[in-house]
């Protein structure tokens, strides 16, 4: 999943990217959204996307997040470790800017729902969401495509874990 949010003067954004490891979409975003500055802007996105991808994959998920926000990037992997440490501590202070607590709440729910998570910081002309969170009003048709679910016995997912008729009756050895 790759999430970007947008701020300008006038106007900001929020972008959100979703597909599978196999790279197929299952959802994108792109909304108008006025925030007080570019780390709300992140952070909204981010929270954004987790809601979106919690309501279409399975509680044990594996899931790499990508964002062009190191801040948020680091905060995201403190937390998720901070989770697996006896004590429930991170190894670095979290630092999630004041205007962001809500969504730094949520976004840390949300991580607690899946089996994995990573987060990873790309550049920004490197980041899917890029272009979404910059112009939403240009990408506004994205947010009427269908859904699509990576949920097991979703429409994606394989209808059986049976081989073939054609490889039924082999054996490994043949």
């Known amino acids: 999943m790759a999430t970007d949010g947008s701020y300008r003067k006038e106007s900001g954004g929020l972008?959100?990217?979703?597909?599978?490891?196999?790279?197929?979409?299952v959802a994108r975003l792109s909304l108008p959204q006025?925030?007080?500055?570019?780390?709300?802007?992140?952070y909204r996105a981010l929270h954004l996307g987790l809601d979106v991808l919690a309501t279409r994959s399975p509680p044990n998920a594996r899931v790499g997040v990508l964002v062009d926000h190191d801040e948020l990037a680091g905060n995201v992997n403190n937390a998720i470790l901070a989770t697996q440490h006896p004590d429930g501590k991170p190894?670095?202070?979290?630092?999630?800017?004041?205007?962001?607590?809500?969504?730094?709440?949520g976004i840390?729910?949300?991580l607690s729902g899946f089996g994995e998570v990573r987060a990873a910081?790309?550049?920004?002309?490197?980041?899917?969401?890029?272009?979404?969170?910059?112009a939403p009003d240009q990408y506004a048709h994205v947010n009427h495509e269908p859904d699509r679910c990576v949920l097991p016995g979703s429409a994606e997912s394989p209808t059986s874990e049976f081989p073939?008729?054609?490889?039924a009756d082999r054996h490994?050895?043949?």
């Open 15 to 25: 972008g959100v990217v979703i597909e599978t490891r196999e790279g197929k979409r």
């Open 34 to 42: 006025p925030v007080p500055d570019n780390n709300v802007a992140e």
């Open 91 to 105: 190894p670095h202070p979290l630092s999630p800017p004041q205007n962001t607590t809500n969504h730094w709440r």
């Open 108 to 110: 840390r729910a949300r």
């Open 121 to 134: 910081r790309i550049n920004s002309e490197d980041n899917p969401a890029h272009p979404l969170a910059n």
């Open 164 to 167: 073939p008729p054609s490889r």
């Open 172 to 174: 490994a050895s043949d």
